[in-house]
């Protein structure tokens, strides 16, 4: 008796540290706000204007020596509530940035990610909520001795979709996946994530496209000259 209180006394204490540790947060833009899990790997989220982005710490892959391939993976799940009438999102535009270094030939990395958008509102077929999605995988990453960034980026045009073309409530979710593999002693691979934004707009037209792009990279340069100064 005594150890199975000691188990239901343990699973207790599990469960309040996973509802401790989750922490539910809800930011608000200029006309849409985002909730979301700040706990992941992905950490807090700042908002400027219409777009939410990123400032991960701790999302790095490395490998030494002949350890292999390792990876990180991660998901954030952040609803997208519209909060100004009138302002139906159409679109979505996930960049991201981030470093690495490679040092030995036999040291590599890949970086790869997807947005995918999902209605909370609307369904496609009759059956299932409308749902987008956009995958990136960063190519080029070979360069040897020295930290060098790298760059993806994916886009979500719910306008391509004849059954959907716009929204005020959806699930946006971020996916991503760093990954270093070594294979002889001696070497080191290593890459990070430091940035990931998505900007939202409701112009479906492609300037449109090119000022929101404008826009997230504005962020990400921010990003890349506070990294540089600190």
Request: glycine share 10%; net charge negative.
């Amino acid at each position: 008796m005594k150890s199975i209180s000691v188990m239901i006394a343990g699973l207790l204490a599990g469960i309040f540290s996973i509802q401790v540790n989750a922490a539910e947060v809800t930011q608000c833009g200029d006309n849409v706000c985002f909730t979301y899990d700040d706990s992941t790997l992905f950490g807090s989220a700042n908002v400027v204007g219409n777009n939410i982005f990123f400032l991960p710490t701790e999302f790095v892959a490395s490998s030494v020596d002949d350890e292999g391939a390792t990876s990180t993976f991660a998901t954030i799940n952040v609803v997208v509530e519209s909060i100004t009438e009138g302002f139906d999102m159409t679109q979505f535009m996930l960049l991201e940035q981030g470093d690495y270094r490679l040092d030995g030939r036999s040291a590599s990395v890949t970086a790869a990610g997807m947005l995918a958008v999902t209605s909370l509102t609307q369904t496609c077929g009759g059956l299932f909520p409308c749902r987008e999605s956009d995958i990136f995988n960063v190519e080029g990453l070979d360069t040897y001795g020295a930290m060098t960034d790298w760059e993806g980026s994916a886009m979500v045009d719910l306008t391509s979709n004849q059954n959907w073309g716009s929204d005020t409530k959806v699930t946006m979710t971020i996916e991503n996946r760093l990954s270093a593999t070594t294979l002889q002693l001696g070497d080191q691979a290593f890459i990070e994530k430091k940035f990931a934004g998505v900007g939202i707009t409701v112009v479906p037209v492609p300037a449109a496209v090119w000022l929101l792009g404008s826009a997230l990279g504005g962020l990400g340069l921010m990003r890349r000259r506070k990294t540089v100064t600190a």
